[in-house]
């Protein structure tokens, strides 16, 4: 216990000491956290479809019909038929032949990279990549080559350097902190170059980019071997998803431990999911409005002075120092605005950031108010 302790001492002694904040109120622009009235800026709830009423109806629907658990795994009693139609959904959505759920995008990172790659198998990672990507690479028996961050000349040096029989490139499309866009075309014509599979995890981009909100392949208009996303962002449910062709889904169905040992998700948020996906397929005002937001925020803090220019949600804010961070988010929670500092390990030790991210929800009073606060805060402690 005494290790334990002086490591817990050390994680607030640099700062990096995280509590957990509560919320009363749905997750929409405004909510209630740990009983004080705030303006959401750090959701992933994009398209606020979490709170949506046609979501929650249809998820209230489901929960009449079919009870609140799953009762087992997918491969036993878990299945039901709304199983089957979200996937069949998900995989006409990103124009693939079949598609797969898990319980979150973790266990799908985990359980598809770890399936298929053997230790034949060459992994070149993005050094950015989101944690589930890390430790499915490292729970695979493949050998892992980390690239610099969005650099496809060090990923092609780093692919050519290696001979390998079999190889794989993992990617994050829209990173989940900096929020900047992979260049997947790149990476494509790499993959097809090299005889290696993709896999890019669209879980920051399912709903967000392209006209549509199809993610990256339809914004690149390419070609992705293996997507991988989730359910828990811009859908506004739980779970996460692969897709693929028939015969990497039927083997991951035999083979992905994530899987097959897990208890499948509830119908009840698996109805929601579906209601979610029918609402971006019929109408895209959400998205394009999203995307407006996204343009009208970055403009405005470019105006007081921060060199952001992203066509995501994610809006990162370079703070630094880990205490100027969490002084900053303080103070913009006194002022009625909810946006975290972020720190190690989830971002490099010294540079911290506020991500901001922003939903279809916002309006432009909204955003306004955010600028301006964000400004004067600034003005008083930068």
Not at 150 to 167: I, P, Q, R, S
Not at 330 to 352: C, F, H
Request: glycine share 8%; aromatic share 8%; hydrophobic share 35%.
């Amino acid at each position: 216990m005494l290790d334990i302790n002086n490591k817990l001492q050390e994680i607030k002694d640099n700062n990096l000491y995280r509590e957990i904040r509560y919320l009363s109120k749905p997750q929409d622009k405004i909510t209630v956290i740990d009983g004080k009235k705030v303006l959401l800026m750090s959701s992933n709830n994009y398209l606020g479809l979490c709170n949506n009423n046609k979501v929650k109806q249809a998820s209230i629907d489901a929960i009449n019909k079919y009870g609140l658990g799953s009762g087992g795994s997918r491969l036993t009693t878990g299945s039901y038929d709304l199983h089957k139609e979200l996937e069949e959904k998900i995989a006409k959505f990103k124009n693939c032949e079949g598609a797969l759920i898990f319980n979150n995008g973790y266990m799908a990172n985990l359980g598809v990279i770890s399936a298929i790659c053997d230790e034949e198998y060459y992994i070149f990672s993005d050094e950015l990549n989101h944690a589930s990507i890390i430790d499915g690479c490292k729970l695979s028996k493949g050998k892992i080559v980390i690239y610099k961050h969005n650099d496809v000349n060090d990923l092609k040096e780093k692919v050519k350097a290696n001979k390998f029989k079999k190889g794989i490139i993992v990617t994050d499309s829209v990173f989940s902190m900096d929020g900047d866009i992979a260049n997947i075309p790149e990476i494509v014509k790499i993959a097809k170059e090299y005889n290696l599979l993709t896999l890019v995890d669209d879980a920051h981009a399912t709903g967000v980019i392209g006209k549509l909100g199809k993610g990256s392949s339809e914004y690149f208009n390419c070609d992705i071997d293996i997507t991988v996303g989730t359910l828990s962002k811009a859908i506004g449910s739980e779970g996460g998803f692969v897709c693929g062709n028939k015969n990497v889904i039927d083997f991951l169905k035999n083979r992905s431990r994530s899987f097959i040992f897990s208890t499948a998700l509830s119908p009840v948020v698996i109805s929601g999911a579906i209601s979610s996906f029918d609402i971006i397929q019929n109408d895209n005002s959400l998205i394009l409005k999203l995307q407006n937001n996204i343009e009208y925020l970055c403009r405005g803090l470019r105006l007081i002075g921060y060199e952001v220019d992203s066509k995501s949600p994610i809006i990162p804010i370079m703070i630094g120092e880990e205490d100027k961070a969490l002084k900053f988010s303080k103070s913009l929670l006194d002022e009625g605005i909810y946006i975290p500092a972020i720190r190690y390990p989830t971002v490099k030790k010294g540079y911290a950031i506020l991500r901001i991210t922003v939903m279809a929800t916002h309006d432009y009073e909204d955003l306004d108010f955010v600028i301006n606060k964000i400004n004067e805060v600034k003005n008083k402690t930068m």
